[in-house]
C-alpha cells in the first residue's frame, strides 16, 4: 500500500516539474538577466523544497505504518500451549507497563503524525507560493 502511495506522489511530483520546466523554458527566451537568475534561484529553491517535501511524505507513511503495527499488536503477547502442560502466570505489573509503555508509543506516532502533516502541508504552500512567483516573473515581459 505505501508504494502505491510513493508511486502516485512520485508520478505527480514528475508531471508538476515538466510542466514547470516546460513553461519556463518557454517563457526564458523573452526575460532579461535579473529575471532569469531570479527565476533560476527560485526554481533552486523550489526544488530543495520539493524534495524535503517528498521526504516529509515518506516519513508520514513510514511513521503512519508503525502507529498501525503497533495499534494492532497485543500488549501481552501470551503463548499458546499446546504441550499440555501449565504456562506461568504473567506478572501483572509487568503487563501494565508493557501497556503503559505501548499507550505511550502510540501517542508519540500519532503527535509525529500530527507535526509531519502539517509540515508537509506547510512545504507545499511554500510550493505553491514559489510557483507563483516564479510565474509572475515569466509573465513580467507580457505585462511591460
Known amino acids: 500500500m505505501v508504494t502505491i502511495f510513493e508511486s502516485i506522489f512520485n508520478a505527480m511530483r ?21 529575471t532569469l537568475s531570479e527565476i533560476s534561484r527560485l526554481e533552486k ?20 505504518e508503525l502507529r498501525r503495527n503497533e495499534m494492532l499488536e497485543s500488549p501481552d503477547p501470551t503463548p499458546l500451549n499446546f504441550t ?3 504456562v506461568p502466570i504473567p506478572n501483572y505489573d509487568d503487563y501494565i507497563q508493557r501497556r503503559v ?12 503524525l500530527d507535526r509531519l502533516y502539517a509540515r508537509y ?7 505553491e507560493a514559489l510557483f507563483e512567483k516564479i510565474r509572475n516573473l515569466e509573465r513580467k515581459p507580457a505585462a511591460e
Do not use: I, P
Not at 513553461?23 to 538577466?33: I, K, P, R, T
Not at 523544497?49 to 521526504?55: A, F, K, R
Not at 509503555?101 to 509525529?112: F, I, L, S
Open 14 to 34: 514528475n508531471l508538476v516539474l515538466v510542466f514547470f520546466l516546460t513553461v519556463s523554458v518557454a517563457a526564458w527566451a523573452q526575460l532579461d538577466e535579473s
Open 45 to 64: 529553491e523550489m526544488m530543495r523544497v520539493s524534495q524535503e517535501s517528498q521526504s516529509t511524505y515518506q516519513q508520514f507513511l513510514m511513521t503512519q
Open 84 to 86: 499440555g502442560k501449565s
Open 101 to 112: 509503555d505501548k499507550d505511550e508509543r502510540v501517542q508519540k506516532y500519532t503527535a509525529d
Open 121 to 127: 502541508k506547510e512545504l507545499e504552500s511554500e510550493k
